[in-house]
Nanobody, 111 residues
Framework: QGQLVESGGGLAQPGGSLRLSCVGS????????MRWYRQSPGKERELVAE???FGDIFVKERFTISRVNAENTIYLQMSSLKAEDTAVYYC?????????WGRGTQVTVSS
């Protein structure tokens, strides 16, 4: 059974940057539509970035999504961080009929 593991979260200052990683174990991520979501307390889960298996990309402002196939890894680069970016960030893979979720990584933006 496939697994996704996120890392790279932590505490960042406003205006700073963080890079999150999502490593796949099992699914070959280059064949999957990959998404990053985030969820803050009391709010619905929100899509922040997506890259499909054709290479089409959607990102919110200040975010960049990329994939390194040789590492079976998806990255989310976040810049000019704001307090409202504070959330748990989740990686999601849609690989044909199969969907996978990571457990999330906490990002806290605070001075």
């Amino acid at each position: 059974q496939g697994q996704l593991v996120e890392s790279g979260g932590g505490l960042a200052q406003p205006g700073g940057s963080l890079r999150l990683s999502c490593v796949g174990s099992g699914p070959t991520l280059s064949s999957c539509a990959m998404r990053w979501y985030r969820q803050s307390p009391g709010k619905e889960r929100e899509l922040v970035a997506e890259i499909n298996d054709f290479g089409d990309i959607f990102v919110k402002e200040r975010f960049t999504i990329s994939r390194v196939n040789a590492e079976n890894t998806i990255y989310l680069q976040m810049s000019s961080l704001k307090a409202e970016d504070t959330a748990v960030y989740y990686c999601n893979a849609e690989c044909g009929p199969n969907k996978y979720w990571g457990r999330g990584t906490q990002v806290t933006v605070s001075s």
